[in-house]
């Protein structure tokens, strides 16, 4: 199944707007924000390989590691359960249902001194949504096509590195 991707420009005409949910945002992680989280749970059982029960595949693409949307996000905890890798994150909005997330991978890896190797990643956001009130939501991505030579690579999703072991 091939992916179609259709670029758009994204970001124009919002400046006052998301200067002031800035200010607000900054102001609820001060106060310790809101603890709304809509989890996705699996069922512990490992699927089949080539079969996943995450929400969706991780994307692997320099071209999308660059220009794919990149609205403000937080991420609040990761966690890897059978081949699937936990996304906790936040985003000021206005529900968090019209958001449009992807985890895509640079296309490369980084060798390193000691192992593992690495991976760099990216929570893309795109958020129309023009409210300031904040969000949290746990989304599952398939990483089994993370995987290289060995049995673990460190993934870096924006700073926030967590092991994956296969």
Known sequence: MKRVVKNAVIGKGKGTIIILCGVVLSFLFTV???NKLNRIDLD???PPK???????DVIISAYEFENAPNDPVTIIDMKIVNNCLK???GASGCSGNSWVVELIDAGYV????APPPQRELRLSLDNKEMCCAYFEKEMSFNIENL???????MLNVAGNFILYEY
């Open 50 to 56: 080539g079969q996943s029960n995450c929400d969706k």
């Open 44 to 46: 512990g059982k490992k």
């Open 87 to 89: 996304i906790k994150f």
């Open 147 to 153: 995987q290289i030579g060995g049995n673990s690579v």
């Open 32 to 34: 310790g924000g809101c």
């Open 110 to 113: 980084i060798p390193t001194f």
